[in-house]
Structure formats: structure tokens, C-alpha cells
């Protein structure tokens, strides 16, 4: 029991739905219909993928983990050397057979896809690769966790995926990227202090912050090219860029500070969400 504590505790519970609504809202629009890929492929995304995400970054961050103040709360624990084998083990054993089935039933396009979701999950944090730990290619590998799933769940039906699709995974992208970059400034100083190097370590606080701003903005502009109703995500969406925005001027000093912008982004995510629900509700029918 405590080893299901540790595991679901490094999987960021608060997160869950960020990986699974992409996929089961993209394989809805894409025809797939209510039925069992359904409920497998979200479960999937919804818990296994979040364990091996967060799992194998929890354990090849420990030396950065243990200086991070907002770390051991929703935004990450702290994980025990004792624990590091056993949340290996459990990211391997919770992941494999989903994607044995996801795999199994798929196209040869989402099986493409999903392998390269699979990828980038592993190549994120393991040693040797550590793609977190290269400037840039850290945000743009956390934006891929997000939009391939949702990329997978489209795809994984074989119908037919127009323009429209990909223009607003392209916006969903640059939601990824730039959210990465914001939740790496705020931890400019553990990551200098651990030694692990950052697109905010790199580029500094206030210039990756400025980045954010205007990245959340196109985000929201490629939308509102969308049919309507996507206009109205667009304009939820422009909440991003301004609660980024009041941190306009902060320094490498100051970084700590946009913390603040996070804690906000994670309730955004939830009300933003529920707009994004409504409107393909309304979409749909």
C-alpha cells in the first residue's frame, strides 16, 4: 500500500486530466464513437502514462527535487532513493500492456504516433538522454507528453483528419511549450543549485517569460482561424498569456516569484478546460 501511495503520489493526480482528455476529446471528433478503445486508450492516458511521466522524472531529479521548496505537494514529491527502483518497475508494469493492446488495436499511424509518445516520455528524464536538460528541446519534449495523445487518439480510429485538426493541435502545442517554459522559471534557482540546466536557465527568467506571453498569444490566434465556436476558446485562452504577463519584468532574482503564475495556471487549466468541454459539446451536436 505504501509503494501505491509513493507511485500515485509521483504521478501528479492534478495533472491526470491534462493527457487524458486530449485523447478521448480527439477520438470522439474523430468518429471513434463510445466503446471499449475508448475507456482503454483514457484510463491509459489518464493514469499509466502520467506514473511513467512523472515516475522516471522523479527519480532522475532527486538531487534537484531535494532543493525545490514546491516540491512534496500536487506539484511533485520528493522521491526517496528506497523508492526509485520500485516506481521504475511500476511505470514498466502499469504501461506496457496498454500499449500492448493500444498497439494491438490501432493503426499503423497512431501506433506510430503513440510509440513516439512513448519515447519522449522515457527520453525526457533518463540519463543519457535527458532531453530536460537541453535548452528548448525540454519545453518542446513536455509539449509532445500533452498533444500526442491527443494526436494517437484521432488517428487511432482511422477516419479522416482534416486541416482543422492539426491547426488546433498546433495551437495546443504552443500551449504545451510555453507552459513548460513558464513552470521552468520558477525553478531558475534549484535547477542552477542541482546543476540541471533549463530553456530558463538558458535563456533567464525574464526573457523566457516575455516568450511565454507572445507563444500564449499565437496560441490563442492560430484558434481563432478555427470555425466557430472555437473563437471562444481562443478568448479563454488569452488568460494564459496575461497571467504570464504580470511577470513581464521579473529577473533570475526574483524568478521564485512565478510561482504565483503557476498556481494560477493549474486552476486555469480546470476552468479552461470546461469551456473547451462545453464548446465541443456544442460542436458535436
Given at each position: 500500500m505504501n509503494l501505491v501511495k509513493v507511485v500515485l503520489a509521483s504521478s501528479r493526480p492534478i495533472s491526470w486530466v491534462n493527457t487524458a482528455f486530449p485523447f478521448a476529446a480527439a477520438y470522439l471528433l474523430a468518429g471513434g464513437g463510445f466503446g471499449w478503445l475508448l475507456v482503454v486508450g483514457t484510463i491509459f492516458f489518464l493514469i499509466p502514462y502520467n506514473i511513467a511521466i512523472y515516475g522516471i522524472n522523479d527519480v532522475f531529479d532527486y538531487e534537484s527535487d531535494i532543493r525545490n521548496p514546491r516540491k512534496g505537494g500536487v506539484e511533485g514529491s520528493v522521491l526517496h532513493p528506497k523508492w526509485h527502483k520500485p516506481v521504475l518497475w511500476a511505470s514498466a508494469v502499469t504501461t506496457i500492456p496498454f500499449l500492448a493492446v493500444?498497439?494491438?488495436?490501432?493503426?499503423?499511424?497512431?501506433?506510430?504516433?503513440?510509440?513516439?509518445?512513448?519515447?519522449?516520455?522515457?527520453?525526457?528524464?533518463?540519463?543519457?538522454?535527458?532531453?530536460?536538460?537541453?535548452?528548448?528541446?525540454?519545453?518542446?519534449?513536455?509539449?509532445?507528453?500533452?498533444?500526442?495523445?491527443?494526436?494517437?487518439?484521432?488517428?487511432?480510429?482511422?477516419?479522416?483528419?482534416?486541416?482543422?485538426?492539426?491547426?488546433?493541435?498546433a495551437a495546443f502545442f504552443l500551449w504545451g511549450l510555453a507552459s513548460h517554459a513558464l513552470g521552468a522559471v520558477q525553478?531558475?534557482?534549484?535547477?542552477?543549485?542541482?546543476?540541471?540546466?533549463?530553456?530558463?536557465?538558458?535563456?533567464?527568467?525574464?526573457?523566457?517569460?516575455?516568450?511565454?506571453?507572445i507563444i500564449y498569444?499565437?496560441?490563442?490566434?492560430?484558434?481563432?482561424?478555427?470555425?466557430?465556436?472555437?473563437?471562444?476558446?481562443?478568448?479563454?485562452?488569452i488568460g494564459y498569456a496575461l497571467n504570464a504577463a504580470r511577470f513581464w519584468n521579473v529577473t533570475d532574482a526574483t524568478a521564485s516569484a512565478t510561482r504565483r503564475a503557476w498556481g494560477v495556471f493549474l486552476w486555469l487549466n480546470y476552468l479552461v478546460g470546461a469551456i473547451v468541454t462545453v464548446v465541443l459539446i456544442w460542436a458535436i451536436s
Open positions: 493500444l498497439l494491438w488495436a490501432g493503426t499503423a499511424e497512431s501506433s506510430l504516433w503513440l510509440l513516439l509518445a512513448m519515447f519522449t516520455v522515457v527520453a525526457y528524464s533518463l540519463k543519457g538522454l535527458r532531453f530536460k536538460e537541453k535548452p528548448v528541446l525540454d519545453s518542446l519534449t513536455s509539449s509532445a507528453h500533452f498533444t500526442l495523445p491527443a494526436v494517437v487518439g484521432a488517428t487511432i480510429t482511422g477516419g479522416q483528419v482534416d486541416w482543422r485538426f492539426w491547426l488546433a493541435i525553478d531558475i534557482g534549484p535547477d542552477r543549485e542541482g546543476g540541471l540546466t533549463s530553456v530558463a536557465t538558458e535563456l533567464g527568467a525574464r526573457a523566457t517569460t516575455r516568450a511565454c506571453v498569444l499565437i496560441a490563442a490566434a492560430l484558434l481563432f482561424l478555427l470555425p466557430s465556436p472555437a473563437w471562444i476558446i481562443a478568448v479563454a485562452g
